[in-house]
């Protein structure tokens, strides 16, 4: 059985090996056919009678790119994003000249605006001067604020700086509905576009020597602890002496190939473009087109969680709560967050995932989200309904019964990562008091920045405003998704699993935890009830605890557990050799008051006033 894992181990880091490696080679090409095919699939005319992909040829044949093959990336990206700053630059300046506003024209407004001695500016003068209308128009709209009676000018000089510099804004915005986009989605769509190499010739051998090796490698390394560690109890065995999930070398090597992974992923996923060619056929057959960055997190999210999970199944195989959680929460990532979002896409309805609820998907109230929502019928009034009940009904409602375990621990995507690839590592939370209040302080600080985003954001949608006490609404929503929803929920709420423990983003920053924390704490049936005259003071229950709650010390006072942080994983109860522990969901009265002493199994609390 040893050589078994051995041979497990060795495949799967075999096929790590060759996913990390596919992302420095390849091969690439501009070719012309490939270049039409891309770039001209709506047809897209511009001003001049041209088209984007002759366009982009020419810009092509200036840099003497075109034709020209590259081996790796990384040369073919920089050289794709000097074509495409020079294809945009130069389309930017034809157009100015049919569109722009002209020289002539300038100076025609400079000798106008000046009468009586006076710098008079206003509609009556740009109707004289400008006889296209749509000029006319984008300088009303531009600098109407600058017309006679809004604005007094001194002089001319004064003039013509505030004038310069709004046509100067005016003219470089012309052509932009032509420009070739450096977005992160655009930029996939074209590295993958001329791609060359062997992740596009040959995806099945590619895809069987990355996936099909690593899915290979992990299962053979954890099928036989079923035999490995015997018939009974819940093993842990060596886990605070190996390197890897005791915040050794090898565990900060993981936290670095994370933390890598998530940049990529968040700000330059066109650099995994070769990986992301491997599920073109997983996303072509569920939602009928090509992957991009998210169908690959998503895939590997789910293989990473199958794997983990039957980890799982053989570690907990003798307790049936984390046999059932395992199973609920697996379920729901691999149906409710992967399948049929795409299956709805597949019939032209939108991408939605009906268990994510706000705070934590932050952006359901963004325009774009409901307008895509509202435009799509029947369904997508549904769907945008059905997240407003699931967030202000269900969710409180379902924490009152169950406390936030029905979430955290049986529904949740993060959860359900946590609870499987981080199991191994929910020994390194830290249990200290200073992380107790900052937890507290941190994640509630992230509930109430959502919250303020959100309502700025629907005041924003509903009024027409762009800005709220002078601060660009779109600001607000950029720095929470950058600040929250890339760097704290991914790149650290993930990438730090190995120092941090398995909960880094659940305890310290989800929103959504928060609020059923909250509901949790004082209005929930949920607890941990604690039988205080078994407790040998082992101290299993704390070491493994995820939030970073001293089980134990509530367990030697036979005080129930009612934190706002637990997210009811159940663990604690798992391990405790003596049965101390107990998850319900109780009317009783909770033992929360003061500090009892224990005597055998009957609890008796001193008189203070004795």
Same mark, same amino acid.
Not at 80 to 95: D, G, P, R, S
Not at 586 to 592: C, I, L, M, Q, T
């Given at each position: 059985?040893?050589?078994?894992?051995?041979?497990?181990?060795?495949?799967?880091?075999?096929?790590?090996?060759?996913?990390?490696?596919?992302?420095?080679?390849?091969? #690439?090409?501009?070719?012309?056919?490939?270049?039409?095919?891309?770039?001209?699939?709506?047809?897209?005319?511009?001003?001049?009678?041209?088209?984007?992909?002759?366009?982009? =040829?020419?810009?092509?044949?200036? !840099?003497?790119?075109?034709?020209?093959?590259?081996?790796?990336?990384?040369?073919?990206?920089?050289?794709?994003?000097?074509?495409?700053?020079?294809?945009?630059?130069?389309?930017?300046?034809?157009?100015?000249?049919?569109?722009?506003?002209?020289?002539?024209?300038?100076?025609? !407004?400079? +000798?106008?605006?000046?009468?009586?001695?006076?710098?008079?500016?206003?509609?009556?003068?740009?109707?004289?001067?400008?006889?296209?209308?749509?000029?006319?128009?984008?300088?009303?709209?531009?600098?109407?604020?600058?017309?006679?009676?809004?604005?007094?000018?001194?002089?001319?000089? /004064?003039?013509?700086?505030?004038?310069?510099?709004?046509?100067?804004?005016?003219?470089?915005?012309?052509?932009?509905?032509?420009?070739? %986009?450096?977005?992160?989605?655009?930029?996939?769509?074209?590295?993958?576009?001329?791609?060359?190499?062997?992740?596009?010739?040959?995806?099945?051998?590619?895809?069987?020597?990355?996936? @099909?090796?690593?899915?290979?490698? @992990?299962?053979?390394?954890?099928?036989?602890?079923?035999?490995?560690?015997?018939?009974?109890?819940?093993?842990?065995?060596?886990?605070?002496? *190996? /390197?890897?999930?005791?915040?050794?070398?090898?565990?900060?090597?993981?936290?670095?190939?994370?933390?890598?992974?998530?940049? !990529?992923?968040?700000?330059?996923? &066109?650099?995994?473009?070769?990986?992301?060619?491997?599920?073109?056929?997983?996303?072509?057959?569920?939602?009928?087109?090509?992957?991009? &960055?998210?169908?690959?997190?998503?895939?590997?999210?789910?293989? +990473?969680?199958?794997?983990?999970?039957?980890?799982? #199944?053989?570690?907990?195989? &003798?307790?049936?709560?984390?046999?059932?959680?395992?199973?609920?929460?697996?379920?729901?990532?691999?149906?409710?967050?992967?399948?049929?979002?795409?299956?709805?896409?597949?019939?032209?309805?939108?991408?939605?995932?009906? =268990? $994510?609820?706000?705070?934590?998907?932050?952006?359901?109230?963004?325009?774009?989200?409901?307008?895509?929502?509202?435009?799509? @019928?029947?369904?997508?009034?549904?769907?945008?309904?059905?997240?407003?009940?699931?967030?202000?009904?269900?969710?409180?409602?379902?924490?009152?019964?169950?406390?936030?375990?029905?979430?955290? +621990?049986?529904?949740?995507?993060?959860?359900?990562?946590?609870?499987?690839?981080?199991?191994?590592?929910?020994? $390194?939370?830290?249990?200290?008091?200073?992380?107790?209040?900052?937890?507290?302080?941190?994640? &509630?600080?992230?509930?109430?920045?959502?919250?303020?985003? *959100?309502?700025?954001?629907? #005041?924003?949608?509903? %009024?027409?405003?762009?800005?709220?006490?002078?601060?660009?609404?779109?600001?607000?929503?950029?720095? #929470?998704?950058?600040?929250?929803?890339?760097?704290?929920?991914?790149?650290?709420?993930?990438?730090?699993?190995?120092?941090?423990?398995?909960?880094?983003?659940?305890?310290?920053?989800?929103?959504?935890?928060?609020?059923?924390?909250?509901?949790?704490?004082?209005? %929930?049936?949920?607890?941990?009830?604690?039988?205080?005259?078994?407790?040998? %003071?082992?101290?299993?229950?704390?070491?493994?605890?995820?939030?970073?709650?001293?089980?134990? +010390?509530?367990?030697?006072?036979?005080?129930?557990?009612?934190?706002?942080?637990?997210?009811?994983? @159940?663990?604690?109860?798992?391990?405790?050799?003596?049965?101390?522990?107990?998850?319900?969901?109780?009317?009783?009265?909770?033992?929360?008051?003061?500090?009892?002493?224990?005597?055998?199994?009957?609890?008796?609390?001193?008189?203070?006033?004795?």
């Amino acid at each position: 059985m040893k050589l078994i894992q051995q041979i497990g181990l060795y495949t799967f880091i075999a096929g790590m090996l060759l996913f990390t490696a596919n992302v420095f080679i390849g091969s #690439y090409r501009f070719e012309e056919q490939t270049i039409v095919a891309q770039l001209d699939a709506t047809q897209d005319k511009i001003d001049t009678g041209d088209t984007i992909a002759n366009g982009f =040829k020419a810009a092509l044949k200036e !840099l003497s790119f075109l034709g020209k093959k590259y081996n790796g990336e990384f040369d073919f990206i920089s050289d794709l994003n000097q074509a495409i700053t020079l294809y945009n630059k130069n389309i930017t300046t034809e157009l100015v000249t049919v569109n722009g506003i002209t020289p002539s024209e300038i100076e025609a !407004l400079y +000798s106008g605006v000046q009468k009586d001695g006076k710098i008079i500016y206003n509609e009556e003068l740009l109707t004289t001067v400008l006889t296209d209308p749509a000029k006319k128009q984008k300088l009303i709209d531009g600098t109407n604020w600058m017309f006679e009676g809004q604005r007094e000018y001194a002089d001319l000089e /004064s003039f013509k700086n505030d004038l310069n510099l709004k046509l100067e804004e005016i003219n470089s915005s012309i052509g932009k509905q032509y420009h070739i %986009s450096t977005e992160a989605w655009n930029l996939v769509n074209l590295t993958k576009a001329f791609n060359v190499g062997g992740s596009k010739t040959n995806v099945e051998l590619w895809f069987f020597l990355t996936f @099909g090796l690593i899915i290979i490698g @992990g299962l053979a390394y954890n099928l036989p602890n079923i035999k490995l560690l015997g018939m009974a109890g819940i093993k842990n065995n060596g886990i605070q002496q *190996t /390197s890897i999930s005791n915040k050794g070398w090898l565990a900060w090597i993981v936290l670095g190939y994370l933390v890598g992974f998530y940049l !990529l992923l968040y700000f330059a996923p &066109h650099y995994l473009n070769n990986n992301i060619l491997l599920v073109d056929p997983v996303s072509n057959s569920l939602s009928g087109k090509p992957a991009g &960055h998210w169908f690959l997190y998503g895939f590997i999210y789910c293989v +990473s969680m199958t794997i983990m999970a039957v980890r799982m #199944y053989i570690k907990y195989r &003798h307790n049936n709560y984390q046999i059932f959680r395992t199973t609920v929460v697996w379920f729901f990532q691999i149906a409710f967050a992967f399948l049929i979002p795409e299956l709805l896409v597949r019939f032209d309805k939108p991408w939605y995932d009906f =268990k $994510n609820a706000w705070p934590l998907d932050y952006d359901f109230f963004f325009a774009f989200n409901i307008d895509d929502l509202l435009a799509n @019928g029947t369904l997508g009034a549904f769907m945008f309904f059905w997240g407003i009940i699931l967030t202000l009904i269900i969710i409180p409602v379902m924490a009152y019964f169950f406390g936030k375990r029905w979430y955290c +621990s049986w529904v949740c995507g993060c959860g359900g990562l946590a609870e499987t690839v981080g199991d191994p590592y929910r020994q $390194n939370s830290s249990k200290t008091l200073l992380s107790w209040k900052v937890e507290r302080y941190l994640v &509630h600080s992230v509930l109430a920045f959502a919250i303020v985003m *959100t309502l700025v954001t629907l #005041y924003a949608y509903y %009024s027409g405003a762009t800005t709220i006490a002078g601060i660009d609404v779109y600001t607000i929503q950029k720095i #929470y998704s950058f600040l929250i929803g890339s760097i704290f929920s991914g790149v650290i709420g993930t990438g730090f699993y190995p120092i941090f423990g398995n909960r880094t983003w659940c305890r310290f920053g989800c929103p959504l935890a928060a609020y059923m924390g909250i509901v949790q704490r004082f209005k %929930s049936k949920f607890r941990i009830t604690t039988n205080g005259g078994q407790c040998i %003071s082992c101290g299993n229950c704390s070491t493994y605890c995820e939030q970073g709650i001293d089980v134990r +010390s509530y367990a030697q006072k036979g005080e129930d557990i009612i934190r706002a942080s637990c997210v009811g994983c @159940g663990v604690c109860s798992a391990v405790c050799p003596r049965g101390v522990l107990k998850l319900e969901n109780s009317d009783a009265p909770k033992k929360v008051d003061g500090n009892p002493l224990i005597f055998e199994n009957n609890i008796v609390k001193l008189n203070k006033d004795v």
